[in-house]
């Protein structure tokens, strides 16, 4: 007879827990009992959203404001920096009102001519005046709407509702100020240890100081160095953790440099998660049993599973071009791969009117935006003929979960062969599993490519399998 052994520990996932994400249950743990921790950069963005946006993010924070906490590096970051960021709201809107007094002037030289060639009989009759009334007319609307958001952006400086709300929603919550100069001087020393071997976070804002700006300032008889801004947050954030016995922590930062992020180059930059590292040291030095971070815009998306929130499209749109940094506009991008590039210029040119992104995390590699408000996922694969159904599979069920998780509208997977050796057969499988699941919104395409023929800008490979094909097959 078997001796039954006694179920043991993932020993590997034990040792190295930073290459690790939370499983479907540590993440169910984690935004049910977690601490939700905010970088200065997600207060500050608060300012740079629409008043709905705005509202409908606020309200998801003070769904969860008992379990909020802000490290003290934090708020003093958002402090400092928030009149700059009130300050760059209005430099658009001042310099669209001086575009449009161009406008207006140029209205005036044109009519102005048109009189005078008359006068000298170059032009018939003809009457100016119902094109300049009219289009005075809406430069004035549009200037009295601006003029509305400027004044309610200067009022910020006097009064400021969005600082009041959130010195309610953290009140109690705010963690406390370094003791003293020689504690942050011990910091320092041993962030310019960290910085020199790149451990993360916080060694790519060496040289953050802009031309004429100092590194350091000066608060409450401390010296601080800017560029230990985010060591000093990770060091409060690791500390707190550990003496409140924090298990399940979540972090949200607009911060998108790779001394936070673990990224891969794979078909394009992809964010995996949080740095390993980071995962590893606040489980070993915080006692956490489960970390993770988001950017805000995939925080509200997750809120809306886990907190049942409801977040407006248009408002969650506005979060999302305000964090993602890459954003195309009216010409195509590489990517390297020339069947990629023709792709994702036969992407581009299908919607020539919609505003496309590339997705830097995890999920499709493309996200398009109609005039609508229809948003549409292009996850895109490079595939051979060795490829096994298991792996095409695969990739359907994450274009699936694409489509339900970050709710688009549809979301396309594009296979891109390089050969024609390809078994149709394996595609049709893939898709036909597809259909009887009855997944809508999610389709699967075939684009050929013969490596003898270099692919040109306007790329002549085609959609050989779609689902109305197999529909019909």
């Not at 190295?16 to 984690?30: A, H, M």
């Not at 705005?54 to 970051?77: A, C, G, M, S």
């Not at 408000?373 to 060795?386: A, C, D, F, H, T």
């Amino acid at each position: 007879m078997s001796k039954i052994r006694p179920q043991q520990k993932n020993q590997i996932k034990d040792l190295f827990p930073g290459f690790y994400r939370p499983s479907d249950d540590e993440f169910i743990t984690l935004w049910e009992k977690g601490i939700f921790v905010l970088d200065s950069n997600v207060l500050l963005n608060l300012y740079r959203y629409p008043e709905k946006a705005r509202k409908d993010f606020l309200n998801v924070l003070n769904k969860i404001k008992e379990r909020i906490w802000v490290p003290h590096q934090v708020i003093l970051e958002f402090q400092r920096n928030r009149l700059g960021v009130i300050t760059d709201t209005l430099k658009p809107i001042t310099d669209l009102v001086n575009e449009m007094e161009k406008i207006r002037l140029q209205i005036t030289k044109i009519n102005q001519k048109i009189t005078t060639d008359q006068k000298r009989g170059i032009i018939g009759e003809v009457d100016p005046k119902g094109f300049e009334e009219n289009t005075k007319e809406g430069l004035v609307s549009l200037k009295a709407q601006l003029d509305s958001l400027n004044d309610a952006q200067m009022r910020l400086f006097d009064n400021d509702p969005i600082r009041q709300e959130l010195e309610d929603l953290f009140l109690g919550k705010i963690g406390p100020p370094l003791k003293d100069q020689s504690q942050l001087d011990e910091i320092y020393k041993e962030g310019e240890s960290r910085y020199q071997k790149k451990i993360p976070p916080g060694y790519l804002d060496q040289g953050k100081d802009q031309p004429g700006e100092s590194d350091e300032f000066m608060y409450a008889g401390l010296l601080y160095k800017r560029k230990f801004g985010d060591f000093i947050l990770w060091k409060q954030l690791v500390n707190h953790a550990k003496e409140q016995n924090i298990e399940n922590l979540i972090f949200i930062t607009d911060d998108r440099k790779e001394d936070w992020w673990w990224k891969e180059e794979c078909q394009g930059q992809k964010t995996i998660g949080p740095r390993s590292e980071l995962v590893e040291e606040i489980k070993r030095e915080g006692g956490v049993s489960s970390f993770y971070a988001y950017y805000p815009d995939r925080f509200l998306e997750y809120a809306q599973k886990h907190l049942h929130v409801r977040i407006t499209p248009a408002s969650l749109q506005h979060i999302r071009e305000i964090s993602k940094p890459v954003f195309i506009s009216d010409s195509p991008w590489t990517c390297g791969s020339p069947e990629l590039d023709a792709v994702y210029e036969w992407i581009h040119n299908r919607h020539l009117n919609s505003q496309i992104s590339q997705n830097a995390e995890v999920g499709p590699e493309l996200e398009v935006t109609t005039i609508h408000g229809e948003r549409i996922g292009y996850e895109v694969k490079i595939v051979g003929s060795s490829n096994p159904s298991s792996l095409l599979l695969k990739e359907l069920k994450r274009g699936i979960d694409f489509k339900e998780l970050m709710e688009f509208d549809t979301l396309f997977l594009v296979l891109v062969l390089k050969d024609k050796n390809f078994n149709k057969r394996v595609f049709q499988d893939s898709a036909k599993y597809l259909l009887k699941e009855g997944f809508d919104g999610v389709f699967m395409g075939l684009i050929i490519t013969e490596p003898a023929q270099p692919i040109d800008p306007c790329p002549r490979e085609h959609f050989e399998v779609l689902m109305n094909w197999l529909k019909e097959s």
